[in-house]
């Protein structure tokens, strides 16, 4: 399993952009990278995912570059409520059975205002 | 759609008792679960794989005897926490995962349950 390395914490104010950088350099080619988001005491929610280039939805976007050794999270104007512990993933999920996930230590941000 | 719910929510025990606790995909067939722990300020911990109608798969040093895991169905998973203790006092989190329908296999996290072991 790929492992990941991300910022333990980020400070943000509200209305600003907010990227998140994962490195995975031993990311295997049928890997794909996933972010979630965690409140406390809640289950983590899915946010976005992607294997190369750019991936946008309602909520964010993902920017992979074409080595895929890392990739970054933007989150557009973000608001109090986007303060949580953001988790980024590698894992093959076309395997016929689902993969295993391996949970780092995550992004802790805090938004003010 | 792809929602998982977990039950119950929290629950209080006395040491020596054991907890069952129930892990429900609502909209999906769920052909993988997982179960996770995380203990506070910490990441999250998988304990177990479980795939429809075979035993679970658990992670090194993980207590099959303790926490035992059943996936009966395409919809329902349970972890039973037997003898807990309070050092088994944690968050505990689902999650599901299916290969036989549209959702790239991302696993959809439950709401978590919070175990007290008094």
């Known amino acids: 399993l790929a492992k990941t390395t991300q910022p333990i914490s980020m400070d943000s104010y509200e209305g600003q952009e907010v990227n998140i950088t994962c490195s995975h350099n031993n990311i295997a080619t049928n890997d794909y990278i996933t972010w979630y988001q965690q409140f406390p005491s809640q289950g983590p929610r899915f946010i976005i995912q992607?294997?190369?280039t750019k991936v946008t939805n309602e909520v964010a976007s993902l920017f992979i570059p074409a080595d895929r050794k890392s990739s970054t999270l933007s989150l557009p104007r973000v608001s109090l409520s986007d303060t949580a512990v953001y988790y980024c993933l590698v894992g093959d999920i076309y395997t016929g059975t689902a993969s295993k996930l391996t949970f780092g230590t995550g992004t802790r941000l805090q938004v003010t205002l | 759609g792809a929602v998982v719910s977990q039950h119950p929510s929290r629950v209080i025990c006395k040491s020596g008792t054991s907890v069952k606790i129930e892990c429900r995909s609502l909209?999906?067939?769920?052909?993988?679960m997982f179960w996770y722990r995380q203990f506070p300020k910490q990441s999250l911990m998988l304990m177990a794989t479980?795939?429809?109608?075979?035993?679970?798969?658990?992670e090194q040093g993980v207590e099959k005897d303790k926490f035992l895991i059943n996936h009966a169905s395409l919809t329902l998973s349970t972890l039973t926490v037997t003898s807990a203790h309070p050092e088994d006092s944690s968050f505990y989190i689902c999650s599901a995962s299916s290969h036989r329908e549209l959702l790239q296999e991302t696993q959809y996290f439950g709401p978590g349950t919070r175990l007290l072991v008094l």
């Open positions: 909209d999906f067939q769920a052909t993988t």
């Open positions: 479980s795939n429809e109608g075979s035993k679970a798969t658990y």
């Open positions: 992607g294997y190369k």
